[in-house]
C-alpha cells in the first residue's frame, strides 16, 4: 500500500513486539487489568501504522519515525548517471532515502508494471536510446500519478517536448550542480504541501487544487479559474490569485491568460494544448518586445542618443562596452570584442561571433515588419540561438521594469540600467495604475434623484463615459475636482506638487471631452484654462505647466508608481532604449535629462483604460455624496 507522501523508514511493526514492550510496562505500572487494554492498544497501533496514519502523525508532528524518500534517476549515461547521484545524495544529506538507478528506460517499466514499484520523485534523462525520458515520464504519470517527475537535458531544445508529460523541473546538464539541488527542494515541497488557489465567491470561499486548474483568465467582465470539472467565476484578477506561493506554477502566456504548467500537454501553432483539449494562445510580444533592441546593442558596439523628436543625434555616440541581464538561473554577462561577444554567467563561459547576433536582429525586425500584430512568431533559427547564447526571458522581472543594464566605454564602467520601449511591439504604459490612478469629481449643481442616477448609470455603453459626463451636464449637474481617489497616489503626485493631482484631472476631464490626447497638447489648454489661477507671468516665462507635467513623466519613467510609497528616489532604471518604427535603437537617459524630458513630453498621451476593470465612469454614492470618477492612463507614441 502507498503511503503518502512517503513510506516510513521504520521496519513493518509487529503486534506481538508492540504488544510484548507495552505489556511489560503495564504489568509493573498498572496490574493485570491493564492487559486487555494494552493488546487492543497494540492492535489498534497496528492497523494505524498499515492505513498510513501511524506515518502521518509522526512525520506531520516531526517525533519519531522519519520518511524514507524513494528516488529513481535513469539515464543512459554511467558517468551522468552517478553525477546525478553524487548531487542528489549531497543535497538530502540526512534525509532518509533509498535511491534506485536505471540504466535504460525498459528497466524502469519493468519496476513499475511487474514489481509494483512507486518511487516519490523520478530524474529522468530525456535524450535515451530506445525509449526517451518523455515517453517514460508518460507512463510515470500513468502508473504513479504522485511522482514527481525532474527532466535532465544537455539541451534546452526540449524544453517545450517536455510539456508533453507532467513534470514539476527541467534542469540542463550544465547547470545541473546548482539546479538540480533546487529541483529536489521544490518536489519535496510538492511532495508534502499540496498548493491550491483560495476563490472568493460572493461572501464565500472555495479552496481549489492546483492539480484541478487548467488556466485562469481575466477578460472584461469576468475572472475565471478554469477547471477539469467547469468554470469558476470569482471576484478576484488573476494576479491576486497568484500572490502566493503558487505563482511559479503558472505562466502568463497572454494578456488575459495564465496557464498552469501542470496541465500543458504540448505546444502548437502558438498556443498551448491543455489537458483537457484545451487551446490557450500565446502572446510573443511578451518575450519578444526587447530583443531586437538587444542584439542590435551587441551587433553594433554603439548606440546613438535620441533626440527629443525621436531622431538620431550624429553628435551623441556611445561605445558599448557590455550588456549585463538577470536569467532565472542567475546573472549574464555579454562583452563586447573585436569579432566576438563574450558571454559569462554561472557555469557559461563562451565566445560567439558578433555576425550571428547582426543576423538574428535583423530577422527578429523582419519578422516585426511583416506581422500586422502584437503576436510575432519567431523566425527559423531564432530559438535555437536563444538557447545558444542562455537567454530564455529578455522581458522585465523586476519591479523596477530594468530589461537590461549597459556599461559604455569600458566594462568596468558603471552600469547604466534600461528599459526597452519599441513602436514595432507592444508599447509598455508609462503609467497604469489601475483604479489606483483614479481621479474623483463630486456632482453638484443638482441633486439627483435615484431613479436619476441609475438613468445616468446606465446611458452609452460601458466605456462610453463622455455620454455620461454630457448627460449630467445636461440636466444641470457640474461636476468639480475633488481629490484623488488614492491616497498613496495623491502623496506621490504631492511630490511633484501639491496641486498636481487637480492639474492631472484637468488633463483627464479634457482627454474625454475634448478627444485631445497628447500630452503636449493638454498642457497648452490647460494654459489657457489655468486651473491652478497663477499668475500668466509663470505661466508664460517659467512655463509653469510644462515645467510640472515633464517632472511627473520623468518620475514615471524613472521608477515612481501610483500604489508604491515614492520618496522621491529613482529606481534603477537610468532611462529608456527607445525603438523606432524603423527598428533603430535610440538611447535616452538621466545623463542627458532635459533631452529625456522633452522627449517624454513631446511623445506620450493620455489612454484610455477599462471602466469594468478600473472602477471609474460610473457616479457612485460615498458618504451621502455622488462621485465621478476618471482614470489617468499614460503610455508613448505609438507611429
Not at 513486539?17 to 505500572?29: E, F, G, H, Q, W
Not at 540561438?385 to 530589461?403: K, P, S, Y
Request: proline fraction near 3%.
Amino acid at each position: 500500500m502507498e503511503h503518502s507522501p512517503f513510506r516510513c523508514a521504520w521496519p513493518q511493526p509487529r503486534r506481538v513486539l508492540l504488544s510484548t514492550l507495552i505489556l511489560s510496562r503495564a504489568d509493573v505500572k498498572l496490574g493485570r487489568c491493564a492487559v486487555i487494554f494494552c493488546h487492543l492498544l497494540a492492535t489498534f497501533l497496528f492497523l494505524v501504522y498499515n492505513n498510513g496514519i501511524f506515518h502521518d502523525f509522526f512525520c506531520k508532528s516531526g517525533q519519531g519515525v522519519k520518511p524514507m524518500l524513494q528516488l529513481a534517476v535513469c539515464d543512459d549515461e554511467a558517468v551522468c548517471l552517478r553525477q546525478t547521484v553524487d548531487i542528489l545524495r549531497a543535497a538530502l544529506g540526512d534525509t532518509p532515502h533509498q535511491l534506485k538507478t536505471f540504466q535504460n528506460a525498459p528497466a524502469v517499466l519493468h519496476m513499475l508494471a511487474e514489481d509494483g514499484y512507486r518511487p516519490d520523485i523520478a530524474v529522468l534523462d530525456i535524450c535515451m536510446g530506445e525509449l526517451d525520458g518523455i515517453s517514460l515520464a508518460k507512463e510515470i504519470n500513468r502508473l504513479a500519478p504522485a511522482c514527481r517527475v525532474i527532466f535532465l537535458s544537455s539541451y534546452a531544445g526540449y524544453l517545450m517536448d517536455a510539456y508533453e508529460a507532467e513534470h514539476i523541473y527541467y534542469v540542463l546538464k550544465s547547470d545541473e550542480a546548482a539546479r538540480l539541488p533546487v529541483a529536489l527542494r521544490k518536489a519535496l515541497g510538492a511532495l508534502s504541501t499540496e498548493k491550491a488557489l483560495t476563490l472568493r465567491r460572493g461572501g464565500s470561499y472555495q479552496r481549489v487544487g492546483l492539480d484541478m486548474v487548467l488556466y485562469l483568465e481575466r477578460s472584461l467582465h469576468k475572472r475565471l479559474v478554469h477547471t477539469t470539472d467547469g468554470d469558476l467565476e470569482t471576484r478576484q484578477g488573476p494576479q491576486a490569485l497568484l500572490a502566493g506561493d503558487a505563482a511559479d506554477e503558472f505562466i502568463r502566456c497572454h494578456q488575459s491568460f495564465w496557464v498552469n504548467s501542470r496541465a500543458i500537454a504540448g505546444m502548437e501553432h502558438e498556443t498551448f494544448c491543455l489537458s483537457d483539449g484545451t487551446r490557450v494562445p500565446i502572446s510573443r510580444s511578451y518575450r519578444k518586445n526587447a530583443r531586437e533592441a538587444f542584439f542590435r546593442l551587441l551587433a553594433d558596439g554603439y548606440v546613438y542618443g535620441g533626440t527629443p523628436d525621436v531622431k538620431k543625434n550624429e553628435t551623441l555616440r556611445l561605445p558599448v562596452a557590455m550588456v549585463q541581464r538577470e536569467e532565472h538561473d542567475g546573472t549574464r554577462q555579454y562583452i563586447l570584442e573585436k569579432d566576438s561577444i563574450h558571454l559569462k554567467g554561472e557555469n557559461i563561459d563562451k565566445r560567439i561571433p558578433r555576425e550571428d547576433f547582426a543576423t538574428v536582429a535583423e530577422l527578429i525586425y523582419a519578422a516585426i515588419r511583416q506581422s500586422r500584430e502584437d503576436d510575432v512568431t519567431s523566425p527559423d533559427g531564432v530559438e535555437e540561438f536563444l538557447d545558444e547564447v542562455a537567454i530564455f526571458d529578455l522581458e522585465a522581472r523586476t519591479d523596477d521594469r530594468t530589461d537590461f543594464s549597459v556599461a559604455f566605454y569600458s566594462v568596468d564602467a558603471p552600469l547604466t540600467g534600461f528599459c526597452v520601449r519599441s513602436r514595432l511591439g507592444m508599447m509598455i504604459p508609462l503609467l497604469d495604475g489601475g483604479r489606483t490612478a483614479n481621479f474623483k469629481f463630486e456632482q453638484t449643481g443638482v441633486k439627483f434623484a435615484t431613479p436619476t442616477v441609475n438613468k445616468i448609470n446606465a446611458e452609452g455603453e460601458e466605456d462610453d463615459v463622455v455620454s455620461r459626463m454630457l448627460m449630467i451636464e445636461r440636466l444641470g449637474g457640474v461636476l468639480k475636482y475633488s481629490d484623488v481617489a488614492d491616497k498613496i497616489f495623491r502623496s506621490n503626485l504631492s511630490m511633484i506638487d501639491l496641486h498636481m493631482g487637480r492639474l492631472l484631472a484637468e488633463m483627464t476631464r479634457l482627454m474625454w471631452l475634448d478627444g485631445i490626447t497628447k500630452v503636449s497638447d493638454l498642457t497648452e489648454e490647460l494654459k489657457k484654462l489655468n486651473p491652478l489661477k497663477i499668475k500668466d507671468e509663470l505661466i508664460t516665462k517659467h512655463r509653469f505647466y510644462e515645467y510640472k507635467v515633464k517632472e511627473l513623466l520623468l518620475a514615471l519613467a524613472m521608477g515612481m508608481r501610483p500604489a508604491k510609497l515614492y520618496n522621491g528616489t529613482d529606481s534603477a532604471i537610468a532611462g529608456f532604449l527607445f525603438v523606432t518604427g524603423d527598428g533603430e535603437v535610440l538611447c535616452y537617459q538621466r545623463a542627458f535629462r532635459q533631452t529625456f524630458a522633452d522627449f517624454l513630453f513631446q511623445n506620450s498621451r493620455l489612454e484610455k483604460g477599462s471602466t469594468e476593470k478600473d472602477k471609474y465612469g460610473y457616479l457612485e454614492r460615498e458618504n451621502g455624496v455622488y462621485y465621478f470618477k476618471l482614470n489617468l492612463k499614460i503610455g508613448l507614441l505609438k507611429r
